[in-house]
């Protein structure tokens, strides 16, 4: 089946670390851009981050909003995706989505079901 | 606060053809494809609409998509009472260097 799990979502508190994975099934992850997209309760959905492919280098990017307390990493060899966060705020309280991009699009046409991520005290 | 702005809300019938509009700028939607989303309650969001005008293999053809200048459109054609949905734009911005999503449109079947 082809699939995107994400996991590692709880409860940490300000200024803490969480580090959340992706596990890809049913498709060729190392091909693929990974995307993390966020959605506070009750409100839109934001762009996170991305990590391109082997073959581009897995270039990073992300939102004005995490740059520099947040980071993205793959392990091809087990078709997982992670994201690191840091320097938690309450404002990063929302429920983390990973996707997979159309290779030589932004569109995402795959999502994982989310995982949520409180940060409070 | 997002840079592409849709209506809060959009309402037809069954069967009605309903459009969702957003609104970007020459640094987003004028100069980058347009996508569109369809986050049902509780799940999700899934892909309707890519590169514009593009349809995702499954996705019926009452879906469709346009862009002229700044601005894009969804229709739904043959509402049925499961398009029930929040629906999002979204598209690269250039100053940002963020892919930004709209403010996203409830759509209601009455």
């Known amino acids: 089946e082809v699939q995107l799990v994400e996991s590692g979502g709880g409860l940490v508190q300000p200024g803490g670390s969480l580090k959340l994975s992706c596990a890809a099934s049913?498709?060729?992850?190392?091909?693929?851009?990974i995307h993390w997209v966020r959605q506070a309760s009750g409100k839109g959905l934001e762009w996170v981050g991305r990590i391109r492919s082997k073959a581009n280098s897995y270039a990073t990017a992300f939102a004005a909003s995490v740059k520099g307390r947040f980071t993205i990493s793959r392990d091809d060899s087990k078709n997982t995706a992670y994201l690191q966060m840091n320097s938690l705020k309450t404002e990063d309280t929302a429920v983390y989505y990973c996707?997979?991009?159309?290779?030589?699009?932004?569109?995402?046409?795959?999502w994982g079901q989310g995982t949520m991520v409180t940060v409070s005290s | 606060q997002s840079v592409l702005t849709q209506p809060p809300s959009a309402s037809g019938t069954p069967g009605q053809r309903v459009t969702i509009s957003c609104s970007g700028s020459?640094?987003?939607?004028?100069?980058?494809?347009v996508y569109w989303y369809q986050q049902l309650p509780g799940t999700a969001p899934k892909l309707l609409i890519y590169r514009n005008d593009q349809r995702p293999s499954g996705v019926p053809d009452r879906f469709s998509g346009s862009k002229s200048g700044t601005s894009a459109s969804l229709a739904i054609s043959g509402l049925r009472s499961e398009d029930e949905a929040v629906y999002y734009c979204a598209s690269w911005d250039d100053s940002l260097s963020d892919y930004v999503f709209g403010t996203g449109a409830k759509v209601t079947v009455l």
């Open positions: 049913g498709f060729t992850f190392s091909d693929s851009p």
């Open positions: 996707t997979r991009a159309i290779t030589g699009t932004r569109g995402f046409d795959l």
């Open positions: 020459s640094s987003n939607i004028g100069s980058n494809y």
